[in-house]
């Protein structure tokens, strides 16, 4: 199994920590969140590991020179984007995706069971398949329905909403890349309605384990947080 891991955005929401400092780089206790995401995946057998690389790409494989010995085995390679080209257009870049394979944001804290997922996708028949998790969104104002002549018929104070949204991670069949143009810039959402426009087979994978998406500075507190409580779960391996 190969893993890519999207590490090339500006991390423009975790601002001042990524102003001159690439987000995957950012820590969690004293290791970069993108290593933390790799070791997960080094725990689950899985050593074959791509990232995807733009701004300020050069530091990030700086990194990882150093730290690769430290790595137990791994094989890390990196593909550099000089234009950004989308969180699906970068696949298009990535040489030797011939095999079902795996795609990640690397900004998460996660214990998804990779392999239970690749088994669902496969169960499944599936060309791609998203992990999703289920979100509340609270509304803090009162929602009024009303009819086409503007009665109120109904008043919901402060409203709580459940959403299942996606995890950034995903399963992909080779496949699927025909529909990525090389250096045409395309994102995740667009690249599936492409797919369900062309009548691929696209499904969710449910799951509750532990995910937090680091993009924003509250997120990235509480991610912080919880790998100090749970570091057991995420421990480098030496």
């Known amino acids: 199994m190969r893993a890519v891991i999207l590490a090339g955005g500006r991390g423009t929401r975790l601002r001042p920590f990524t102003a001159s400092f690439p987000k995957p780089l950012v820590p969690l206790g004293d290791t970069p969140v993108v290593e933390v995401l790799i070791q997960s995946l080094i725990r689950a057998g899985i050593v074959d590991i ?22 137990n085995g791994a094989r890390l390679s990196f593909v550099v984007e000089k234009e950004a080209t989308g969180t699906a257009g970068s696949l298009a870049s990535v040489p030797g995706l011939d095999e ?7 900004d998460l804290l996660t214990n998804l069971d990779f392999h239970q997922l690749v088994r669902f996708h496969r169960q499944q028949g599936a060309a791609l398949t998203v992990a999703t998790q289920q979100r509340h969104v609270k509304i803090d104002f009162g929602v009024l329905e009303y009819d086409k002549d503007s009665r109120i018929t109904n008043y919901l104070e402060k409203p709580e909403h459940a959403y299942d949204v996606s995890m950034g991670v995903y399963v992909y069949e080779p496949s699927v890349l025909r529909h990525i143009p090389p250096s045409m810039y395309l994102d995740f959402p667009d690249l599936v309605l492409r797919l369900l426009a062309d009548g691929e087979r696209v499904c969710a994978y449910p799951t509750a384990c532990l995910w937090l998406d680091i993009g924003r500075p509250d997120d990235y507190a509480r991610a912080q947080e919880l790998f100090a409580e749970r570091r057991d779960q995420f421990e480098v391996v030496a």
């Open 50 to 71: 791509t990232l995807t690389l733009g701004h300020l790409a050069e530091l990030v494989q700086a990194y990882f020179v150093q730290r690769g010995p430290r790595l």
């Open 100 to 106: 079902t394979f795996l795609v990640m944001n690397g």
